[in-house]
């Protein structure tokens, strides 16, 4: 195992807001990063040392940004395989491609986490419409319709309240193979942030009552009530389970519902997460600068609360017209991407309140 001193460059695949927070993490550390993206708009890039704008599958841009970079990361997890593969033969990426291979396809994600032991709702394959008919007669109904793949934010997700609902559910996801899964009745959702070192150390934030409006997380709140706190331990030895399996480095986020039974698997996410953006105040070490420090092989910092009370409230399209309101507030952090419009849905910012005492 080897340590990058500062001053060595961070590769990052993906040019969004988790891009941009990344390398201003890796900037204060003292270290370089290269985006690389093919969005013509990279809000990443406005914070980075550098950018290509290029697609993830030309392998001669690819072979450029290893002989340029130290290890390569990524911010997203809906990259293929293929690009991120050609550049661990080339210099070393962290988290590896088992990580996101796992997380991209959820009938492998809950399979691989309840074959360590973790809870999931009653799930399905589903790949044909007979399929789901099948489906939906074990599990039963209500139940959600999920693709496989790209699905986030609520995307790729229909309800379906009865049988019924079979046929435009299939139609409405275009008839792409998903799983179907069973309700769990909960009454809190919240997430479990682990960092994993290069030298396997493990290290899990205190976990965030997370709350969602139309399927997007509206706001996440720590101290977590008690029937989150109670599922703590359980949820953070799962994490940290997975973590171990799948030699992940870096930060790898957890998110579970809270039940009466213990605390219920939901999904992972194989990087840096929304519901921890509260740590880059309410936290004595952030989730971005860990990540930036597991993968160069430094120390993990302390995830201690820096405050009695933290709270992380997106802003969701018109919420960030809203700007000066947040910069009058005492004890308000507001964080604005760098986006152009702002459209109903776009994750334009957040804002993160810290009560000292």
Request: aromatic letters at 6%; proline letters at 6%; hydrophobic letters at 40%.
């Amino acid at each position: 195992m080897s340590t990058l001193p500062p001053g060595s460059t961070i590769g990052i695949l993906g040019g969004g807001q988790l891009g941009r927070m990344l390398a201003v993490a890796a900037a204060q550390l003292g270290y370089r990063t290269h985006i690389l993206a093919p969005d013509e708009e990279s809000v990443a890039a406005q914070t980075a040392s550098s950018f290509t704008r290029a697609d993830y599958h030309s392998r001669i841009v690819l072979d450029e940004l290893a002989a340029q970079c130290d290890v390569v990361t990524y911010e997203f997890e809906n990259i293929a395989l293929g690009p991120v593969e050609h550049l661990a033969s080339k210099t070393p990426v962290r988290p590896g491609a088992q990580s996101l291979s796992i997380a991209q396809d959820r009938a492998r994600e809950k399979a691989f986490v309840a074959a360590l032991g973790g809870r999931t709702a009653p799930w399905a394959p589903v790949t044909t419409a007979e399929e789901l008919q099948a489906a939906i007669d074990a599990i039963g109904a209500p139940a959600i319709l999920k693709t496989l793949r790209l699905g986030y934010d609520g995307k790729g997700q229909v309800r379906i309240h009865n049988a019924a609902d079979a046929a435009t559910a299939w139609a409405e996801i275009g008839e792409r193979p998903a799983i179907l899964e069973g309700f769990v009745r909960f009454s809190h959702e919240f997430s479990i942030i682990t960092v994993r070192g290069l030298d396997g150390t493990l290290a899990s934030y205190p976990p965030p009552w997370n709350e969602h409006k139309d399927g997007i997380l509206d706001r996440s709140t720590l101290p977590a009530p008690a029937e989150i706190a109670r599922h703590w331990g359980e949820a953070a030895t799962l994490a940290g389970r997975v973590a171990d399996a799948l030699d992940h480095v870096g930060v790898l986020t957890l998110e579970f519902f809270a039940t009466d039974d213990g605390p219920v698997f939901n999904e992972m996410a194989p990087r840096v997460h929304n519901s921890g953006h509260w740590s880059i105040e309410g936290a004595e070490c952030s989730q971005f600068e860990n990540h930036i420090r597991a993968i160069c092989g430094l120390p993990l910092g302390s995830t201690a609360l820096t405050g009695v009370q933290v709270e992380m409230q997106n802003l969701i399209g018109a919420d960030a017209d809203r700007w000066a309101d947040y910069m009058a507030e005492p004890g308000a952090h507001l964080h604005l991407y760098g986006k152009g419009a702002a459209r109903p849905g776009r994750k334009m910012g957040h804002v993160t309140r810290v009560k000292r005492g």
